[in-house]
């Protein structure tokens, strides 16, 4: 029903293709695998700048929004409302243009590292493919290429988010009160500690082993489609089943060990997060009792800091998603580095005069 035709669909993409200048804007940068994976990102220094300033406007805005909101409702003022409504819609547009930033970067950055990645491997001399596998050679070319976009995300929206989130928080509810700010810096610090740690924990041990399985995985898998095409493989398939078999359950044996070390660890950040909720609402509730706040700030602030705090629980998971890219990068690098080398002209630039 909402099936468009494929012609008009590749006419349609061309359009938008030229629309959001894509053509243009997702370029390729030279990568040095010589060099520190890192540096792949200085190139795009500029727009990640937009990304963060953009995301630091728009976090601190929605973690005082709701009391900005109970504010507007204590004073009985729809000016003050109206204006926290404009700068709602002032935000939605310019994280419009951040979105549109963060793609086109993330993109450029995950075409940098395919392209040199594969080039390096087209390149390299052919000895020494003899010794390689070509399944492990994909499966750490396309998750270094995953990892990289999946670590600009988190580093632009997950770690920045929490950051932003406890500062913009631990001063409102400091000025408003000097033990609630001390309570909520302290509750934020055990938080985060006890999730950055168990996390850094599980991801030194448990992602080196699950990428050892994962690439053994896809070398059996590359394994099989290379067999149908040899008269050997007809007398081999019993024998090449079983092996497929035992490697796929320890791959996914130890993915599943992995995320259920990940998930224990989280669920105890969960217990501790609610603890401290019931610490800052008992706080407020005395404070109403002794008729210090009125009913609508102390909703708001709870609120605020439900709302603020709720993203310290996402620390764990940024902390896992960035361990994982930093071992699967470091990994790519290390393969890349020890796989080999070009030691006679391959392409048109090889034959270029060095200055």
Same mark, same amino acid.
């Given at each position: 029903?909402?099936?468009?035709?494929q012609?008009?669909l590749?006419?349609?993409?061309?359009?938008?293709?030229?629309?959001?200048?894509?053509?243009?804007?997702?370029?390729?940068?030279?990568?040095d695998?010589?060099?520190?994976?890192?540096?792949?990102?200085?190139?795009?220094?500029? &727009?990640?700048?937009?990304? !963060? +300033?953009v995301? *630091? $406007?728009?976090?601190?805005?929605?973690?005082?929004?709701?009391?900005? %909101? #109970?504010?507007?409702?204590?004073?009985?003022?729809?000016?003050?409302?109206?204006?926290?409504?404009?700068?709602?819609?002032?935000?939605?547009?310019?994280?419009?243009?951040?979105?549109?930033?963060?793609?086109?970067?993330?993109?450029?950055?995950?075409?940098?590292?395919?392209?040199?990645?594969?080039?390096?491997?087209?390149?390299?001399?052919?000895?020494?493919?003899?010794?390689?596998?070509?399944?492990?050679?994909r499966?750490?070319?396309?998750?270094?290429?995953?990892?990289?976009?999946?670590?600009?995300?988190?580093?632009?929206?997950?770690?920045?988010?929490?950051?932003?989130?406890?500062?913009?928080?631990?001063?409102?509810?400091? &000025?408003?009160?000097?033990? !609630? +700010?001390?309570? *909520? $810096?302290?509750?934020?610090?055990?938080?985060?500690?006890?999730?950055i %740690? #168990?996390?850094?924990?599980?991801?030194?041990?448990?992602?080196?082993?699950?990428?050892?399985?994962?690439?053994?995985?896809?070398?059996?898998?590359?394994?099989?489609?290379?067999?149908?095409?040899?008269?050997?493989?007809?007398?081999?398939?019993?024998?090449?089943?079983?092996?497929?078999?035992?490697?796929?359950?320890?791959?996914?044996?130890?993915r599943?060990?992995?995320?259920?070390?990940?998930?224990?660890?989280?669920?105890?950040?969960?217990?501790?997060?609610?603890?401290?909720?019931?610490?800052?609402?008992?706080?407020?509730?005395?404070?109403?009792?002794?008729?210090?706040?009125?009913?609508?700030?102390?909703?708001?602030?709870?609120?605020?800091?439900?709302?603020?705090?709720?993203?310290?629980?996402?620390?764990?998971?940024?902390?896992?998603?960035?361990?994982?890219?930093?071992?699967?990068?470091?990994?790519?690098?290390?393969?890349?580095?020890n796989?080999?080398?070009?030691?006679?002209?391959?392409?048109?630039?090889?034959?270029?005069?060095?200055?």
């Amino acid at each position: 029903m909402f099936k468009i035709p494929q012609e008009r669909l590749e006419t349609i993409q061309s359009w938008l293709n030229q629309v959001f200048f894509l053509e243009r804007n997702i370029k390729y940068t030279p990568v040095d695998f010589h060099r520190s994976w890192w540096r792949i990102f200085i190139p795009f220094r500029g &727009q990640i700048a937009i990304i !963060l +300033g953009v995301e *630091t $406007i728009s976090r601190v805005f929605r973690s005082l929004l709701p009391f900005l %909101l #109970g504010y507007a409702i204590a004073e009985r003022s729809f000016t003050i409302l109206w204006m926290i409504i404009g700068g709602l819609v002032f935000a939605e547009l310019i994280i419009q243009i951040r979105d549109y930033v963060y793609k086109v970067t993330a993109s450029s950055l995950h075409y940098s590292l395919q392209a040199a990645a594969n080039e390096f491997f087209l390149t390299v001399d052919p000895e020494f493919h003899t010794t390689k596998s070509t399944g492990q050679i994909r499966s750490k070319i396309s998750a270094g290429g995953r990892q990289f976009m999946m670590m600009l995300y988190d580093i632009s929206f997950s770690l920045l988010g929490v950051l932003v989130s406890f500062v913009t928080v631990s001063v409102a509810l400091f &000025q408003f009160d000097w033990l !609630l +700010g001390l309570l *909520t $810096i302290g509750m934020f610090t055990v938080i985060s500690g006890v999730s950055i %740690l #168990g996390n850094i924990f599980a991801s030194q041990n448990f992602v080196p082993f699950w990428i050892k399985k994962r690439d053994a995985w896809n070398t059996i898998e590359t394994e099989n489609l290379t067999q149908v095409f040899l008269i050997r493989s007809t007398f081999s398939t019993p024998e090449q089943v079983k092996k497929t078999h035992e490697v796929i359950h320890e791959g996914v044996s130890a993915r599943s060990v992995m995320h259920l070390v990940y998930d224990l660890i989280n669920n105890g950040v969960q217990l501790l997060y609610i603890g401290s909720i019931a610490v800052v609402a008992g706080f407020m509730l005395t404070l109403f009792q002794q008729a210090v706040v009125q009913e609508a700030i102390a909703i708001s602030l709870v609120l605020t800091y439900v709302s603020a705090s709720s993203q310290i629980l996402q620390i764990g998971r940024f902390t896992m998603s960035v361990s994982e890219s930093i071992e699967d990068l470091n990994d790519l690098w290390k393969f890349i580095q020890n796989f080999g080398k070009r030691t006679y002209p391959v392409l048109e630039s090889d034959n270029e005069p060095t200055s």
